[in-house]
């Protein structure tokens, strides 16, 4: 009985099982990750709070992690600018059907190369390989894209990075590792390849597909590269286009400051910066925490195998 008490003081006890090599170590490895955590989410916190203070506060540099001095003129400018909410609805439509385009074509694309008895499986694999490692440079990939039409097109913005190879190496591993006798046994009940693939792979694919569609969302979300290269219509400038141009030339947008004029509304502009860099932010952060619990999972049963 005395040895069940003891045993149980033991496990109540958070460093009752470690020495004392151990609880410095943790201690140590606790603060860095602290500390380290602090140095990553500081600029967000730092631009939060200069979105939503005064003028004044920001010009002094008072503002640190909480606004000093509360205003929302500068987020009110942001919500209610027409270019900004165009730009908005057009990033969005880029990452939805550009992230369901680029999960059908690598799911449809992997599953073939995760098949051992497909032929020439291995000069397939090793020309998507060679692609990861050689490229044919900036000029040809524009004059390509040029003469196909997709200039000042939102497909600029999707077909040419359709599939990843990366992606597809990771999607094709987790099919490889899911067992062969589901697939004899789908067989023997007459079922073909793309209804095994959509009634027994998708389903047991959930983890390794939401981590994927993070990937390729994320990147649809925070590009903007390809659209300051790709389109000239101002009319589809994706949101992060319309952040750049407010950062790089330190001043509103017409239509902006003539709204901001009939508001009687005065926004210096490192406020109104701030405050279009959590707009385009904050969607982004939203969506991750409902996929982020498959977001490691996927990651690790895809890559572990060959």
Known sequence: MATNVQQQRIKRKPFGRYTGWDVSFNIVNY??????TFICIFPF????ANAFSSNHA?????VVLWPVDWQFDAMRSVLTDANIIRSLWITVYVTVVGTALNMLFTITTAYPLSRRDLKGRKYFMNYMIVTMVFGGGLIPWYLVIKSIGLLNSLWALIIPGLISSFNVIIMKTFF????EELREAAVMDGCGNLRYLIQVILPLSGAVMATISLFYAVNHWNSYFNAVLLIDDSTLYT?????RNI???SQMDTSLETQ????NLHVIAESLKAATIVFATVPILIVYPFLQKYFVKGS???SVKG
């Open 247 to 249: 950062l790089l030339l």
């Open 239 to 243: 949101l992060q286009v319309k952040l």
């Open 176 to 179: 490889q590792n899911i067992p």
């Open 260 to 263: 901001q004029t009939q508001n």
């Open 31 to 36: 603060t860095l990750l602290i500390l380290f």
């Open 300 to 302: 690790f049963l895809g």
């Open 58 to 62: 920001i010009q002094t540099g008072k």
């Open 45 to 48: 916190l730092n631009t939060l």
